[in-house]
């Protein structure tokens, strides 16, 4: 295949990509400690993958309470900010453009990584869930603990959390980033606050769709105020379960919350997609259906081939692909599917989060 559309260059919002290939976030835990602080290997890391048009961040914390995973970044420092820069600095010379992914875990933590308590829409444990931490395992291997039950969110503590993603998004702003990309998907905080089954509130943040909405619809408009409806995208997974996370009503809540996004005109919207082997297949009708009620940018992530990213963007349902372990193994990937090279297979599993070096992270083979 030619993969025309693959290869053709986008532009939104004022944002120009050389073509529609995305680098989709993936958590690796490579940050300096103490404090969370991102550092050049990260910044080669990303430098190295500027083939793709877009780059979105690995998830970002906006406050050591949002952290569930050891090791992950932050935006809520000064040393954090700093620290960005020198990936900003190397995407922007290598050619791409990058967002930050703003993220906020929720219920999913442990005291183990933080030394706090979780906390949620409401008191409900997420059964069968798991965060690591590193406590000097062969080979820094992360090791894998079960999540704390959370304690609910006061309606003050939210507010702090709202305005906890503004701040996030004009750090990341002053740190050199093209956009921010909420993270609104995969079991975390505001995606709790989305569904029936993990949101038992009875006030205003619970019980109808448009109250349950309500957290993602506030943080959009305050990072939309901190930076610029322009730069600010909302990714969300309406059927993605994992996490405990499975509500019968979530489909038509995501519908609805992309009708209040579409009436802010943010950049896009990003759906992260299963990418197990028998995971659901999205429905034709539910992207026709996202299609008429959202009218910026599409974008799709979710273990596509370039032949399946090609037809989605030929039959204008989506507008960006994201790729994410073919860009972990192969820093050249747009290069290596146009002329049909091979891929390189992940090297190994145990670099896949920590292991605080280049193995498995900065070490993959390009074509040339």
Request: proline share 5%; with cysteine.
């Amino acid at each position: 295949m030619s993969y025309t559309k693959l290869y053709q260059p986008y532009s939104f919002k004022g944002i120009e990509l050389k073509n529609r290939f995305l680098m989709a976030p993936m958590t690796r835990s490579r940050a300096s400690q103490p404090g969370d602080v991102p550092n050049a290997l990260m910044a080669e890391y990303y430098a190295q993958r500027a083939s793709a048009g877009l780059i979105i961040t690995e998830a970002t914390q906006v406050s050591l309470q949002g952290m569930g995973y050891a090791k992950t970044p932050g935006i809520y420092s000064q040393a954090q900010i700093d620290g960005w820069k020198l990936t900003t600095d190397a995407v922007h010379q290598a050619g791409s453009k990058i967002f930050l992914q703003l993220w906020h875990v929720g219920r999913v933590s442990s005291s183990k990584v933080n030394g706090m308590q979780p906390v949620g829409p409401s008191a409900i444990i997420a059964e069968n869930t798991s965060v690591y931490i590193f406590d000097g395992a062969p080979n820094g291997d992360a090791t894998f603990v079960p999540v704390e039950s959370p304690r609910a969110l006061d309606i003050q503590e939210i507010g702090t959390v709202v305005s906890e993603f503004a701040n996030g998004a004009k750090n990341a702003i002053e740190a050199g980033f093209d956009g921010v990309e909420i993270h609104g998907a995969n079991g975390y905080l505001i995606d709790q606050f989305l569904r029936s089954n993990s949101n038992k509130r009875t006030d205003e943040y619970g019980g109808t769709k448009e109250n349950r909405i309500r957290l993602l619809i506030e943080i959009t408009k305050a990072v939309i105020e901190a930076v610029g409806k322009e730069k600010t995208g909302v990714r969300l997974s309406p059927f993605i379960s994992f996490k405990d996370m499975d509500d019968p009503e979530i489909l038509e809540t995501i519908m609805l919350a992309a009708t209040e996004l579409n009436k802010l005109d943010i950049a896009y919207i990003h759906l992260c997609e299963a990418d197990w082997a028998d995971a659901p297949i999205i429905p034709l009708d539910f992207r026709k259906e996202l299609r008429s009620k959202f009218g910026n940018t599409i974008i799709a992530t979710g273990n596509k081939t370039p032949e399946e990213g090609e037809e989605l963007l030929e039959e204008n349902l989506v507008d960006l692909i994201g790729f994410g372990r073919k860009f972990l193994t192969n820093p050249d990937y747009p290069a290596r599917v146009k002329v049909n090279a091979p891929l390189n297979e992940i090297s190994d599993n145990h670099t896949l989060f920590g292991g605080g070096d280049a193995r498995g992270y900065t070490d993959y083979s390009f074509l040339v």
